[in-house]
């Protein structure tokens, strides 16, 4: 039996306004600005528990698929995302209206504490811009 996506009231309420397309808009890996070409095809679709977060790109498709949960009344909030594959990416973000804002360790690793980066610090802060509501 596999783990409910969230276990609380807070929670459930942050996954409800979490619905939706939202596209890729900044990215950093170790406090560096990546250049906007890489993601500006970027979106992350969140439908109920599952999300695919897909990049089109002009020599490649990525996509990704998998379940999300998360915990809103973490401080940071943190958020999983488990791949179809079984990796886990463990995340920490923040949401503000129509604005996204994820940190995770770009090679895997122990989930951040802050949404401080540093150079050689491993870590990627992504925002996202809400597209559309379902």
Known sequence: MSEPPVTDETSRGELEKLQGTWRTVAVEVDSLPV??????????VIAGDRFTLRNLLPDADQRMEGVLRLDARKVPKELNLALDGG????????????SLRVCYPIGGGRRPTEFKIAPQSGLSVVVYKRESRP
């Open 35 to 44: 250049s906007s070409w890489l993601y500006e095809n970027a979106t992350l």
């Open 87 to 98: 990796r886990t990416f463990e995340e920490i973000y923040e949401l503000e209206e129509n």
